[in-house]
């Protein structure tokens, strides 16, 4: 079985420039999760996809930040513009139906974004 | 905000030794999971615990959760230099939302 997929590994951007991820789910996942991790730090929640809905951006900065998640499979984080302190890992995490899984989720191997 | 917080923040010992690390948190719990992540890379989810579950094992694996104290730790035995990563808790609030710990780092020296 595909792990999930994330484009791409690396971005490097100038400040105010826009850019995009990319993320594709495993296989049957409804659930799709994108997570900003700062250096040191664990992982923290922008924004939950139940299928094509977004269920809960409470944390997702919707001055610069958009997210998208169309026909409820791949799904893009798009920021525009960027600023210097955007510079984090962004992960991608998807998980099957509630109650098939027991909440466990499935990570990608992220996208490191500089800012210079 | 991040909810758990792990304990020690670093953690550096020998192969064949045994690790623990400890978790704490702050509100009632669905469940609570373990996170191993390895340098540059994404998360791989190791174990999950129920709130009414008391003791896990999984491997060389063993996670203890004490809900009235809010807190729990993974041990890990006979550790080897594969070992060595970030270990993070992460706990299910009943909300399918996932909040993690700030992690702990384990080195195990060959």
């Known amino acids: 079985e595909a792990g999930v997929v994330q484009s791409p590994r690396y971005k490097i951007i100038e400040k105010k420039q826009p850019v995009a991820f990319w993320c594709n789910p495993i296989?049957?996942?409804?659930?799709l999760y994108w997570y900003l991790q700062n250096l040191g730090q664990g992982p923290e929640l922008l924004i939950r996809?139940?299928?094509?809905?977004?269920?809960?951006d409470s944390q997702l900065p919707k001055d610069r930040f958009s997210a998208e998640r169309l026909k409820g499979v791949d799904s893009t984080l798009k920021i525009q513009p960027a600023e210097l302190g955007d510079s984090a890992v962004y992960l991608c995490a998807s998980s099957p139906a509630r109650g098939l899984a027991g909440g466990t989720q499935y990570f990608g191997p992220g996208t490191r974004l500089t800012v210079l | 905000s991040q909810q758990g917080e792990e304990d020690p923040q670093a953690l550096s010992i020998q192969e064949g030794e045994n690790a623990t690390m400890n978790c704490s948190y702050k509100?009632?719990?669905?469940?609570l999971q373990w996170y191993r992540q390895n340098s540059g890379r994404g998360l791989v989810h190791l174990i999950l615990?129920?709130?009414?579950?008391r003791e896990k094992h999984s491997g060389r694996l063993r996670v203890t959760l004490d809900t009235s104290k809010k807190s729990s730790s993974l041990l890990i035995t006979a550790s080897r230099a594969a070992d060595t990563a970030s270990y993070f808790c992460?706990?299910?609030?009943?909300?399918?939302?996932?909040?993690f710990g700030a992690g702990t780092i384990l080195r195990v020296k060959s």
């Open positions: 615990i129920r709130s009414n579950e």
């Open positions: 296989s049957g996942h409804n659930t």
């Open positions: 509100t009632s719990i669905n469940n």
């Open positions: 992460a706990t299910d609030a009943y909300g399918n939302k996932l909040v």
């Open positions: 996809y139940e299928n094509e809905e977004a269920v809960d």
